[in-house]
Structures are given as structure tokens and as C-alpha cells.
């Protein structure tokens, strides 16, 4: 049978026609490349990414089907290590792949009757119990002796990679599912994620590298990172005070701003919610990791929320929960009459029908369940990152600032993104540091977007930010194979060469001894003609980079300066003079490259032959990897 068509069809039929279009787009562009072809003698790892909470998990089960129809017929789907999850994927699975043996964890025997008439999928959290025993298992039919595995791991960057790995040691779970890797002659192991940055910094000795990477876009009505964080700053954000978090926690008067006005904006979303045939409106605190902190919090609404049901007949409530409807009326034009509104809330505070919920690793599951129906507030931290969707989230208040904030944890845990919602009734709360961090994460996240779409294979991806803002856990990067470089910092080749020097002197040409605007892609095509005799110059490296900065504005210009006629010694250890330098350092945002002509004095070193010297500057205060 054709399985995929079968599956396009439910999706055609339960879903909508616009999702199985871009379903089918994904198999269409991956498959006759790299699963039509496959060798069936290596291990192939590969990368999906889509944004995060954007559908990735229909666009998995395409491929899976895809692949059923090349002749695969062992699924492995790796879920994180979470019993809930695994069982939402198991469910998930059962529902959407029914022309598929559909096994739990503890399914071998269906497995074994099964007996390969159905491909077979088994869905697994990445447990080191649970997945040496499907080791076991798998080791012990022959099912996998002649056919390959398809292995979809959810999440990989989460908890697939070696976290030893400068230890000189293989972490627990990255040794499991390499083992269940080896229980075929050959696989397709791939990665999906919507925060790719520790598996693009994998080096190809991990055996983690992806081989191929594929974007798929966000359906209609997405709310992405452009929405929440695109210059200029969105109506939907509003800043707090970057003191308010710690003084929610210190004072026992409860803030004016901030938190207050957040409540009040989720109470009257609610409402035009609720009145519109809506089941569900949700309000997220995020606002530490620390679990008392979370308690603080939710005591500090409940004690609001009652002060509110005492004064609802006062004017002075009234007039509150009227500036932040005229504020939501900014952007939802067509939201009912205040009246009808606040009538609406009174009745759900004063009946107690606003629900608070405690999100956390100590709190029970059975307890915090019930935010898929009703009004709630939902505090949490530790425990709010992937897999955890909250329907219908409105209004987010977040402050959670870490000592040394990183990327993907950060917007992992924000939880903003998705499909359910209101557009125009949402609305952020957050300080102005979080918001530049944000928006700094997004700027790279659309960086990294359209290097892999601009590349035939998009496997060679550089990325940056700012100081102080790490890509990931530093546990998962080989501290011996990812190269740092810093923006603001001179680089150049000791002992360069020059691959076509009559290439360079005309490109340099037009250009005097002076300061001029250049787009990038012209100074690519200066570091293209250079090499070093020590290995110390990496052109590919830092073309990589400017490509980078080119992915998000193809009109990108940086500083050229030219210099002629300089008798400088070889391998001195410095190169610009200091009126140079000085002249470089005014340009700090914007690339810098300083091309010297030396003259090539053999009382200084050289061979007696002019050559070209790049010098380069990368813009601002960022931090720029590039891994093996």
C-alpha cells in the first residue's frame, strides 16, 4: 500500500488540506535524495528542524511513511525522558499511523507477532532502562539483520547527545542509543528539534553530526520569534521594571505594574474568550527555577485575585481593569463591550473559578492537568520546556534571568510560539534585558533558518552571540574541536598566501588608501584568493561567517581598508599600525577588513614576491563558533 498517500489522506480529511500540502513538500524534498538512495550499509544521521510547538511531529510521521513506502519497516520514535510525553507520542502515534504496528514500551510480543507483515514503530522515552532492554529485544530477533533502522529522535538535542564528551567519556544515554544504532547493519538515524544549536556544534568524529539538515516552515497563523521579537518592538510586548521579579519576592505589597497588569490582561482575554464559545484561556508565569519562588508567586495572584473579588464594585478596580482594556483594544479592535466584560469576570472571580497551577518537578501531574478548560494562571519553571503545550496561551509574564543564559534553554522554556492563539490579544510581559536577549536568540535562529535553505546540504553552519549568551550546555560541545572567535578582535595570517594575485590587484584596484562601504559578498570574494602556509587562516572559516551575516541581510556592507607599499617583516606577530587599528576600532558594528600589499623584502622574510594580507574584524561584541 502507498503510506503516505494513506496518511495525507486523514490529514486531508481530520486536519486541513494545508498541512498535508506541507507534509507532502517535506517528503518530496527529502526523500528522493536521501532516503530513495539509501546504501543500506551506514549509519546516516540527519537533522529535521522546524519551529518550535510548529507541527514538527506531522511532518515526522510523513517521513515515517515515506520511508515505509522505500521498504523501511523498523521504526524506532524516541521521545524525552517523561512518561506523559511518551505516552502522548504513543497515543499520538496509534491515531495517526494506523497502517503501522504501533508498540509501546513494553509491546515486544506484538512486536514479535507483528513479524514484519506491518512496519513496525516503537515508541520510546530515551530512559537508559527502557532502552537497553529495546536493545536487547531488538538484538535478540532478526528483524533488524537485514533491514535497516529508521530511528526519529524528538527533541535530540535534549538528551541524545554525549554529555562527556570532554572527559574523554560517553555519557549513558548517548551510549544506549548508539548501541541500538548497531543492532542494524545500517540506519537512518534523524534528529528533529526546534532549537538546533549543540547538534550543529557536534563534530563529525561524534558520530552525532547531521549528514543533511531540512527546515520545514511554520503553517498559516504561526506565531514565531518575528512576531514577538522583529524590530520594531510589537505592541504584543510589554517591559517591566528589570527589578520587578525580585521585588515581588522581597515586598509584601503587591506591584502596581507588571504581574497586575498581566493578571488584569489574562482576566479580560478570558472573557473575550470565553464569551466567543472559547473553552480555554491561559496566563504563564515563568518567573525562576528556584520552586519557592514559584509558590511566592502563585500566593501573591491568589492574594490579588481576592482583592479583586472585595473591591469589584469600586471605582477604583473598575478604572484598572479599564486601562488595560483600552490597551487590548489597540490591537483587538472588534473585542466586546466593556461592560459585558467586566460583568463576565466578576462572576468568575467572585465564584472562584480562576484556577492557579503550580508547574514545577515537585508538583503532581493529576494536580496540573486541568489547563485545557477554563481560566488559569499557571506558575512554573523547571519543569515548563519541551513537549509542555499550553492550549490557548494569551499572556505570559516572564522574568527568569539566568547567571549565564542559554539560547536554546531560553527559548525552549518561553513557551510563547504556536497556533493557538489570538494574535491580537496577546500580549508578553517581560524586562528589557530579556527582550534584547530574545531578540538577539531570533536574529541567529533566522540566521541559521536561512543558511541551511541556502545550502545544498546546509551541514556547514556558523552562529553567534552575544557575549555572555551561550548556544547550549557547554557539557555537549567538544571544547577541542569548536573554534571561538570573538567580534571586536583582529585576525590574520602569519604566513599567508595568495592563491591569484592578479586576481586581488584587480579587485583591489579601484581602491585608494581610504575607508570604503562594501558589501560582503565583495569581501568574500577577497578572503576566497587567500591561504596560510600554517594552517592559522581559515578563509572557509570566516566566509562562513560573513555568509552568516549576509543570511539575514543579503545587502550587508562592511569597511574596506586598502593599504599599498608596506615593508613589514613576516611572522612579526602583529600586522595593522596603530593609526590603522585605531581607524578599525570606530567601526564596531560592522565588519572590517584591512587588505595590505607587502612588499615582499627578503631582509624581512619574504621570498622577494609582493603578496596580500587580509586583516578582519568581525562586527560588535559577539561570540562566533564554528565547529569542526
Known amino acids: 500500500m502507498n503510506y503516505l498517500e494513506s496518511y495525507l489522506s486523514r490529514i486531508r480529511e481530520h486536519k486541513n488540506s494545508a ?28 537533522l529535521l528542524v522546524g519551529d518550535v510547538q510548529s507541527g514538527k511531529t506531522s511532518h515526522m510521521f510523513g ?21 506523559i510525553l511518551q505516552q502522548q507520542t504513543y497515543k499520538r502515534a496509534v491515531n495517526d499511523l494506523c497502517d503501522f504496528c504501533v508498540c509501546d514500551e513494553n509491546d515486544y510480543l506484538k512486536l514479535s507477532q507483528n513479524n514484519l507483515r506491518k512496519p513496525a514503530v516503537i515508541v520510546l522515552k530515551k530512559n537508559t532502562s527502557v532502552l537497553k532492554q529495546w536493545k536487547n529485544n531488538l538484538a535478540s530477533t532478526n528483524f533488524c539483520v537485514g533491514n535497516p533502522l529508521f530511528i526519529v529522535d524528538d527533541e535530540a538535542d535534549a538528551a541524545s547527545l ?7 567519556r560517553q555519557s549513558t544515554i548517548n551510549r544506549d542509543l548508539e548501541a541500538i544504532k548497531k543492532t542494524s547493519s545500517s540506519s537512518i538515524y534523524m534528529q528533529v528539534t526546534g532549537t538546533p544549536q549543540s547538534i550543529l556544534l557536534q ?28 524590530e520594531p518592538v510589537s505592541k504584543q510586548i510589554i517591559f517591566t521594571d528589570d527589578t520587578e521579579a525580585t521585588d515581588i519576592i522581597s515586598d509584601d505589597e503587591f506591584p502596581e505594574n507588571g504581574l ?13 474568550i470565553l464569551l466567543n464559545s472559547g473553552d480555554v484561556c491561559n496566563f504563564l508565569i515563568h518567573p525562576s527555577v528556584k520552586i519557592v519562588q514559584h509558590s511566592i508567586f502563585a500566593s501573591k495572584i491568589g492574594n490579588y485575585l481576592n482583592e479583586i473579588a472585595h473591591s469589584w464594585n469600586e471605582d477604583e478596580t473598575r478604572e484598572a481593569f479599564f486601562r488595560m482594556y483600552e490597551s487590548l483594544k489597540t490591537t483587538k479592535s472588534d473585542i466586546l463591550k466593556f461592560d459585558e466584560i467586566y460583568r463576565f469576570i466578576g462572576e468568575q472571580v467572585q465564584n472562584d473559578r480562576i484556577r492557579i497551577l503550580l508547574l514545577n518537578s515537585i508538583s503532581s501531574y493529576d494536580q496540573n492537568v486541568q489547563y485545557d478548560k477554563g481560566i488559569n494562571v499557571i506558575v512554573g519553571g523547571n519543569s515548563l520546556g519541551r513537549g509542555v503545550t499550553f492550549p490557548q496561551l494569551q499572556t505570559i509574564y516572564y522574568c527568569r534571568v539566568a547567571k549565564s543564559p542559554q539560547a536554546d534553554t531560553m527559548w525552549q ?20 534585558k530579556l527582550y534584547k536577549l530574545f531578540s538577539d536568540i531570533n536574529r541567529t535562529n533566522n540566521s541559521i533558518i536561512h543558511q541551511i535553505e541556502n545550502k545544498s546540504n546546509g551541514t556547514d553552519i556558523k552562529i553567534f552571540y552575544p557575549q555572555g549568551l551561550n548556544p547550549t550546555r557547554k557539557n555537549v560541545i567538544d571544547r577541542k574541536a569548536v573554534t571561538i572567535y570573538s567580534g571586536g578582535v583582529n585576525y590574520f595570517p602569519c604566513c599567508p598566501l595568495n592563491k591569484n594575485l592578479a586576481n586581488l590587484d584587480k579587485l583591489l584596484r579601484p581602491f585608494e588608501s581610504d575607508v570604503y562601504s562594501v558589501n560582503l559578498k565583495f569581501m568574500i570574494k577577497l578572503l576566497d584568493n587567500i591561504d596560510s602556509e600554517l594552517g592559522d587562516w581559515k578563509s572557509d572559516v570566516f566566509i562562513s561567517f560573513l555568509n552568516t551575516l549576509l543570511a539575514s541581510n543579503p545587502s550587508e556592507q562592511g569597511k574596506l581598508i586598502v593599504r599599498r607599499n608596506r615593508d613589514i617583516g613576516k611572522s612579526t606577530g602583529t600586522l595593522l599600525s596603530e593609526t590603522d587599528r585605531l581607524l578599525g576600532n570606530q567601526y564596531q558594528d560592522q565588519t572590517v577588513l584591512t587588505m595590505y600589499k607587502i612588499t615582499g623584502n627578503q631582509d ?11 586583516n578582519l574584524k568581525l562586527p560588535g561584541t559577539c561570540i562566533y563558533y564554528s565547529g569542526e
Open 19 to 46: 498541512l498535508a500540502d506541507a507534509i507532502k513538500k517535506t517528503t518530496e524534498d527529502i526523500v528522493p535524495q536521501y532516503i530513495s538512495n539509501f546504501s543500506f550499509k551506514e549509519h546516516v544521521v540527519s
Open 63 to 83: 517521513l515515517m511513511c515515506a520511508a515505509a513506502d522505500e521498504g523501511f519497516v523498523n521504526f524506532i520514535l524516541l521521545t524525552t525522558d517523561n512518561i
Open 162 to 168: 554525549n554529555t562527556q564528551v570532554n572527559k574523554n
Open 203 to 230: 563534530t563529525r568524529k561524534s558520530g552525532w553530526k547531521p549528514y543533511f539538515i531540512y527546515y520545514f516552515k511554520p503553517g498559516k497563523g504561526y506565531l514565531g520569534g518575528d512576531f514577538f521579537f522583529k
Open 260 to 272: 497586575k497588569n498581566a493578571l488584569v490582561t489574562h482576566l479580560i482575554s478570558s472573557a473575550q
Open 413 to 432: 522554556h518561553a513557551r510563547l510560539f504556536g497556533y493557538d492563539r489570538d494574535a491580537d490579544l496577546m500580549r508578553v510581559y517581560m524586562p528589557p
Open 604 to 614: 624581512k622574510g619574504w621570498d622577494g614576491r609582493q603578496i596580500w594580507i587580509p
